[in-house]
């Protein structure tokens, strides 16, 4: 719609005041000069040594210790940052936006627009952690997604997987006791109603609900293949899915260009996955050597984390949920020790359910793996290393391009840190105060520098 100038004029009027006491969501020069930062590029424990780097639309263009001449024709913005750290934003790997703020019991009654709007709000917090990007991994969120990516609101990327899918009794399946038997046919059940968790017990099933998510626009599927921590009938040594639904779940995958990721705390329920052509285990606690040692053999990887104490305390003392949370708490430290003696391909990710406090926490409990890494390859995982597994999903891939690394040609995801935080990773755990800038796909969400200006 083109205003006529008297239009314009009004509409200035009614408008113009309330456009400019808004945040703009983000803004995209033509280009954007960081002169004098040093490099954190992903891959190397090395900082670089002074450096420029300039970002055009949404690709780091040039990177370079000399000079680099700013392009007279163009906005280009140019921030000073004076000698501190750019690195690339952070990945995690075991995200589900949906399910962050609300708690179990909101989840299963509110509003579905309700869900949406927290959603997005803790979406724009995420972002502002300094997570640029997430891969979901159970939940309702494609709708939360186009709306980022179209910049209706603030978040991270997105790789979706839709609605986890589990067996009936499977950690998923939320029902109480009055909703079983389920006649065939008959109404579903909210978590499947609202997209969240789909429940499936044969081949057939678990390909109709597979297809589903895909044609939803998945990135990779999720199944919860043994039990779970949180919820209420699901014994943690138990495997849900037969062989066959798993590899039925792998076939209608593979068929789509993408793969599946199982929930797996147990050696039985790993192995079983491995079998039926699975790519990627989440969490693994409670493997034991020889399950590590098949999955490093086999190039599967593992995308997992150190919980922490706090969220046993959730659950109440002498709880079936609070001993299931302690045995898997047990394991943590020998499942590290593996990945690391099988150089098993390891992911990072946080899971956070439940807990807008625990959020908030994203970057500590990535600092919290210094207990088993180094900070420079703590960071590493959280870059490169998710992202490596980000290209997993192949065509279903819904951000072509490279991500994770600064190096010329890659997706412009990037954070300016107050200092050096291969030096002191605790920077992360503090992103309010350390995160200087943050860009997102060439757009800059935040930008607390003084010396920027515009050519
Ligand atoms: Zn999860």
Not at 73 to 88: K, N, Y
Not at 352 to 377: C, D, H, I, K, N
Not at 407 to 431: F, R, T, Y
């Amino acid at each position: 719609m083109i205003l006529k100038p008297s239009q314009a004029v009004i509409a200035a009027l009614l408008f113009g005041g309330v456009a400019a006491a808004m945040p703009a969501l983000s803004t995209r020069s033509d280009a954007v000069l960081f002169e004098n930062v040093r490099v954190f590029d992903g891959k190397s424990a090395q900082l670089s040594g002074p450096t420029n780097v300039l970002v055009r639309g949404n690709k780091i263009e040039k990177i370079s210790s000399a000079p680099i001449p700013v392009d007279q024709s163009a906005a280009t913005q140019t921030i000073d940052a004076g000698g501190r750290t750019l690195m690339p934003g952070l990945i995690d790997m075991h995200w589900h936006t949906m399910l962050v703020r609300p708690t179990p019991a909101e989840l299963m009654t509110v509003d579905l627009g309700y869900l949406n709007l927290v959603a997005s709000a803790e979406a724009s917090d995420t972002l502002m952690r300094g997570f640029t990007t997430v891969r979901d991994l159970g939940g309702p969120s494609f709708g939360l997604k186009q709306a980022i990516d179209e910049g209706t609101v603030v978040g991270p990327r997105i790789y979706p997987s839709g609605a986890m899918i589990t067996v009936t009794s499977g950690h998923g399946d939320f029902r109480q006791p009055f909703e079983v038997p389920r006649v065939l046919g008959a109404p579903q059940a909210r978590s499947e109603i609202i997209g969240g968790a789909m429940i499936a017990d044969s081949p057939d099933e678990v390909r109709v609900r597979v297809r589903e998510q895909l044609m939803l626009g998945a990135s990779q599927i999720k199944l919860t293949a043994g039990g779970g921590v949180a919820s209420p009938h699901s014994p943690l040594d138990v495997s849900t899915f037969t062989e066959a639904e798993l590899r039925a779940a792998v076939e209608a995958a593979e068929n789509w260009g993408t793969f599946v990721t199982v929930h797996a705390y147990t050696s039985a329920t790993i192995q079983r996955a491995i079998a039926a052509g699975v790519k990627c285990i989440e969490h693994g606690h409670l493997m034991d050597e020889a399950t590590a040692r098949l999955i490093a053999e086999k190039g599967i990887w593992l995308s997992t984390q150190p919980f922490p104490r706090e969220l046993g305390e959730a659950f109440p003392a002498g709880s079936e949920e609070r001993a299931k949370f302690e045995e898997v708490f047990a394991g943590t430290d020998r499942t590290y020790g593996f990945a690391k003696k099988y150089k098993i391909k390891t992911a990072f990710g946080t899971d956070v359910l439940f807990s807008r406090a625990l959020a908030r926490r994203q970057g500590e409990l990535l600092a919290s793996l210094t207990r088993w890494y180094t900070p420079a390859e703590t960071l590493i995982m959280a870059t490169s290393t998710n992202a490596r597994l980000l290209e997993l999903s192949g065509k279903r891939n819904p951000y072509p391009g490279t991500l994770g690394v600064i190096q010329e040609g890659a997706l412009a995801d990037l954070l300016l840190v107050d200092g050096d935080p291969v030096a002191n990773i605790h920077l992360i755990a503090d992103p309010k105060r350390n995160f200087i800038v943050i860009m997102k796909d060439g757009r800059i969400y935040k930008n607390s520098t003084t010396a920027s200006s515009r050519h």
